[in-house]
């Protein structure tokens, strides 16, 4: 019998020619791979970076892994998609969920503090170019190690009066914060470094340079 779920999409990988694994993470599941036919009824389009997708899910006794069928996207998030700095953006943070979370990790209430920073960053209309940074940080809080001054100060080194701010600072007012484009992604990297640390995995984000270009 088929179970519907919510998912969010992480990554992508092809499986064959008209299939993909689509990497989700729900509620029900967690991280999950899940396989999917590609087709007109199916567009490529439904499986980019943090989309929010509703769909069956079927198993097959000639498979180990679970399918998706009956497919459609919950929320257009238009914000985000008609926006190159926003899907810069949600490409970057995929890309950190995909490599942070493993597979079958279920961390209690993941999922839906996931989907209320998605819903967020479609509903901002200006000065979102610190998104990143604030997600790096409350991320590292939903896990468990919400960073203070002294923990964070050796993996932030000349950055750290620049990061300070961004400790205490509610949403608005982090979003706000003045910097340039290399200083930002330098905050990044200085996150990244202290989610390593505290999550005993390396998390190798490719898609940060993207964001440094997008905002130079």
């Known amino acids: 019998m088929a179970e519907c779920i919510e998912l969010i999409v992480l990554a992508t990988t092809k499986a064959r020619d008209n299939s993909l694994v689509i990497h989700t993470l729900s509620r029900e599941y967690g991280r999950r791979g899940f396989l999917v036919r590609v087709s007109k009824k199916v567009p490529m389009a439904l499986f980019l ?31 985000i998609r008609g926006n190159i700095f926003k899907s810069g953006i949600t490409q970057f943070i995929s890309e950190v969920l995909y490599r942070s979370v493993h597979e079958g990790m279920a961390e209690e209430g993941l999922y839906d503090w996931c989907l209320r920073c998605i819903l967020t960053l479609d509903a ?7 998104f990143g940074v604030w997600f790096l940080l409350d991320y590292a809080a939903v896990l468990g190690f919400r960073p203070c001054f002294d923990d964070i100060a050796p993996f932030a080194g000349e950055h750290l009066q620049a990061l300070k701010p961004f400790l205490t600072a509610p949403f608005s007012e982090a979003m706000l914060l003045p910097l340039d484009g290399n200083t930002r992604s330098a905050l990044c990297e200085s996150i990244l470094r202290y989610l390593e640390y505290h999550t005993e995995s390396a998390i190798p984000v ?11």
């Open 49 to 79: 970076p943090l989309n929010i997708l509703e769909a069956d899910v079927v198993s097959s006794p000639k498979s180990q892994l679970l399918s998706l069928r009956g497919i459609s996207a919950r929320d257009p998030l238009n914000g």
């Open 124 to 130: 901002l209309e200006q000065d979102f170019a610190n």
């Open 206 to 216: 490719r898609s940060l340079s993207v964001l440094r270009d997008l905002y130079r």
